[in-house]
């Protein structure tokens, strides 16, 4: 995956080593539909949050009932420079 656009249509790179990043460190993010997941929370958030200890930072909130871990919500974290991408 390279780039996608978020809902407010701007271009969210997503490198591998990131992808890889999450994916080690959350276990629970390495079922088949994440990569879905993650793109219907950056196009259809139910939320987006500015972070308040950086106001480069924006989270996208979106509320999935059936992952292999429950109900949870998902936040994907995008930093905003002058591309941006996903943390």
């Known amino acids: ?4 656009k978020d809902c407010l249509n701007r271009n969210v790179r997503i490198t591998d080593e990131r992808i890889n990043h999450i994916r080690e460190n959350h276990p629970e993010f ?14 259809l958030p139910d939320i987006i949050i500015l972070s308040s200890s950086d106001k480069t930072v924006e989270l996208f909130y979106k509320y999935y009932f059936n ?3 429950g109900e949870k919500w998902l936040c994907i974290i995008v930093k905003n420079l002058e591309n941006d991408f996903l943390i």
């Open 30 to 43: 390495s079922y088949k539909d994440f990569d879905e997941k993650m793109i219907n929370t950056l196009q």
């Open 1 to 4: 995956m390279s780039s996608i």
């Open 67 to 69: 992952t292999p871990v």
